[in-house]
């Protein structure tokens, strides 16, 4: 699938989604949110609005519900609830995308091929089939039409964005806008399924050497863009295997555990979905991992700080436990440092008044999360997807065999994995990458010096001109216009929505206020429309 472009979705094709939004919306009392987290709408009301939004929605609400830095328990728990599924498409659709995909009418690529689904979610649907030349396998099926409605709806909610911090500027706070364009990019990811077999590939690769474990591998002549052909794997589900053969549990989590932590910290590519419908074991007792649609992916400076971090948390060295964490964020001069080492003393003091056994992995890091959260760190939208991992894993093995040492196996594969860290030949490759980059700045710094040297002989460092004074005064007086324009669209919404919520019936006080959040919503969206105008017109002209 093409990647999404929300900018391909201009105003005029989004209009009519953005308008039922915002109706569902008023509806749901979600306009009295922006008076403050007192007005927020009831847990449930928010989940029942995702549902009704739809598939983008859906995929929000479960982003959203990671966010544990963000959000109030009662919300997680809430959105947690949120099915991955809906209604399977007919037999006829899927036909339809298997043979444009791959070519050939259905009768000639299968000898046999599944009508009922094995399973049905949101993105996509899996069959089970067998090949011409007899290969058992799963085909998985992308729904139609969804790269243009997910465009649609991330279009939609760029422009509520920034309709919302025009009129309520503390919103800009929150990040709204990298949120939803990390949405996007997770929704891109989850509906690529070439990246969905580059990431079974690599898995495969990597975890070769793991005897316990079998991962199914793609059928590249049956996969096409959005159609993904795989092996079938025939196993049973690992929670349902585990109340009949519960003997089996230790060596299974371990496996699992091995699994999980030496893609994180070894190879940076991870499993970030592993509950039990993910999770099969095989007749020959092996372990099977399916569905790599959700995969979060560290890179190698990350992953060293992570190992880091680890360690200081352990050490209760709350300025190394810091310095780690920041290291693997994005910079901000929003970041408040003494405040975040203050919490994160207390996050470790809590982490080792614990019992070493009763403490869980994901419950540290979604507590390291929010303490960053709120100073100013902007946490990448990976380190929920590890989080993740960790806290379905932490449930799951402790429904499995409660009785199973997580910390004991966690240390034990952490112990392995820092002495390959340090190994000699992976000390021998950094420091021959370090005597390259050290060679590089060698020969870059005289030319870097002469040429800084130059501008301050001729004044051009850090000089303001003229003409950026004026541009500057221009900016300012465009802002303030709009500043007054929004203040007056704000008045229309919030009284209105006052009007509908407090009058019950249908009298005349209910149709002024509907009639006053539709003048609103048209003020407000030209406003929006004109702030947005200018965001890009000045981004182009920075290219």
Known sequence: MAMIDPDNSSLLRSAPRLMHILRVL???????????????PPPKEVRETFEELGLTFLKLGQVLALRRDLLPDEYIDELEQLLD????????AVRATVEGELGAPLTELFSSFSEA???????????????????????????????TMIATDIAALNYLVVLGESLFPRLRALDLAILVQEFADSLS????????????????????????????????????????????????RVDLYASKHPEAMPKAIGTLVKVMLQTIFEEGLFHADPHPGNVLILPDGRLC??????????????????TLLLEAVVNKDTRAATDAYLEMTTAS???????????????????????LAEVSVGDAFTS???????????????????????????????????????????????????AQHFSVERIKSKTSKLARELERLIFDTPGDARRVFRRIAEGNLGRLQAPAVEALGGRVSRNL???????????????????????????????FGEALVGVGVFCTLLVGISTLRRDRGRGRGRR
């Open 26 to 40: 008023v509806r749901h009392k979600f306009l009295g949110a922006l008076r403050g987290r007192n007005h927020w």
């Open 481 to 511: 216009k709009r500043l007054t324009d929004a203040i007056a669209a704000a008045a229309l919404l919030i009284g209105g929505s006052m009007l509908v919520n407090a009058q019950r019936d249908t009298g005349w006080h209910h149709y």
């Open 117 to 147: 689904p094995l399973a049905a979610a949101t993105i996509a649907q899996v069959h089970e089939a067998t090949t011409r030349d007899g290969r058992h396998v799963v085909v998985k099926v992308q729904r139609p039409g969804l790269e």
């Open 289 to 306: 991992l399916l569905d790599y649609g959700m995969t979060g992916e560290l890179d190698e400076p990350t992953r060293e700080s992570l």
């Open 368 to 418: 390291l999360l929010r303490a960053g959260s709120r100073h100013g760190v902007h946490n990448p939208g990976e380190f929920f997807l590890l989080t993740r991992a960790f806290v379905i894993l932490e449930s799951m093995m402790r429904r499995l065999d409660p009785q199973f040492d997580f910390m004991g196996a966690f240390r034990e594969e952490i112990t392995r994995l820092t």
């Open 85 to 92: 599924q809906l209604p399977a498409l007919g037999f006829d």
């Open 333 to 355: 001069e929003k970041v408040n440092r003494p405040a975040l080492m203050v919490d994160m003393k207390v996050v470790l003091r809590e982490i080792h008044r614990q019992d």
């Open 189 to 236: 990811r989850e509906t690529d399924f070439q990246q969905e077999g580059r990431s079974i590939a690599r898995s495969r690769d990597a975890l070769v050497d793991i005897s316990d474990l079998w991962i199914p591998d793609v059928v590249a002549d049956y996969s096409r863009g959005t159609v993904l052909t795989l092996e079938f794997a025939a196993g049973e």
